[in-house]
C-alpha cells in the first residue's frame, strides 16, 4: 500500500514563530487532507487539498502531486496551534484515507 | 455543517462484555461511514468501510466478527466490540465522507476511548 511519511515527527516553536511541516507520499493521489487533532482527540479539518495551494488565515498549504508531496505552513504560531498535524491521502476509487505518521507541534510562550 | 458525532465519548467495560459505539452524520446523509483506531502516539490506521444498506469492508487484519459494523440507515453507523479484552482498549474515531461533487473529503467524530479492565 501507500506510504506516507511525514517530517519532522516533532517541533518546538516559540510563540510566532513560522513553521512548514511536510507529507511525502509513496505513489499518486486523488486525495489528500490535513488534519490537526487537538489534545482532546478530535480531527479538525485544515485542507482537502489534493493539488494547488490554498491558504486560511495562518494557514496555507501546498500540494505537488507530480513530486508527490505536500507543505503545511504556519505563520505566527500561537499556543492553541499546538497537537498533532496528520496529512492523509487517498487513492485510487476507495475513498478510502491512509494518514501519515504525524507531526507533533508544541508552540510555547 | 458536516458535522459528525459520536457516543459515548469515552466506555470502560470488564473484559468479555461487548461494547456499542454510534457514529452520526447530524447534518448530511453519509451513504460511506469509515471506523479507525488510534493507539497512543500513533497514528490512525483504518479498521473498516462501512457503506449504507450493504456490509461492511474490513482492512486486511482486522477481525470482522470481533468489530462488527452496521450502517443501518444513511446517518448512522455503529461499531460493537464483542468480547472485548484489554488489548482492544484504543480511542477509536469515526469519519463521514461529505458527498460533494469533485471532493471526496472526510469529517471526523469527536472519538471514543475504550478501556477494557
Known amino acids: ?109 | 455543517g458536516a458535522v459528525v458525532s459520536q457516543h459515548p465519548s469515552r466506555v470502560i467495560c470488564k473484559s468479555g462484555t461487548s461494547v456499542k459505539i454510534e457514529c452520526r452524520s447530524l447534518d448530511f446523509q453519509a451513504t460511506t461511514m469509515f471506523w479507525y483506531r488510534q493507539f497512543p502516539k500513533q497514528s490512525l490506521m483504518l479498521m473498516a468501510t462501512s457503506n449504507e444498506g450493504s456490509k461492511a469492508t474490513y482492512e486486511q487484519g482486522v477481525e470482522k466478527d470481533k468489530f462488527l459494523i452496521n450502517h443501518a440507515s444513511l446517518t448512522l453507523s455503529t461499531l460493537t466490540v464483542t468480547s472485548a479484552h484489554p488489548e482492544d482498549s484504543s480511542f477509536y474515531i469515526c469519519s463521514a465522507r461529505v458527498p460533494t461533487s469533485g471532493r471526496d473529503e472526510q469529517y471526523f467524530g469527536p472519538g471514543t476511548r475504550l478501556t477494557v479492565t
Open chain 1, 1 to 109: 500500500g501507500i506510504q506516507v511519511e511525514q517530517s519532522p515527527p516533532d517541533l518546538i516553536l516559540q510563540e510566532g514563530a513560522n513553521s512548514t511541516l511536510r507529507c511525502n507520499f509513496s505513489d499518486s493521489v486523488n486525495n489528500l487532507q490535513w488534519f490537526h487533532q487537538n489534545p482532546w482527540g478530535q480531527l479538525i479539518n485544515l485542507f482537502y487539498i489534493p493539488s494547488g495551494t490554498k491558504q486560511n488565515g495562518r494557514l496555507s498549504a501546498t500540494t505537488v502531486a507530480t513530486e508527490r508531496y505536500s507543505l503545511l505552513y504556519i505563520s505566527s504560531s500561537q499556543t492553541t496551534d499546538s497537537g498533532v498535524y496528520f496529512c492523509a491521502v487517498g487513492e485510487g476509487g476507495g475513498n478510502k484515507l491512509t494518514f501519515g505518521t504525524g507531526t507533533q507541534l508544541k508552540v510555547e510562550l
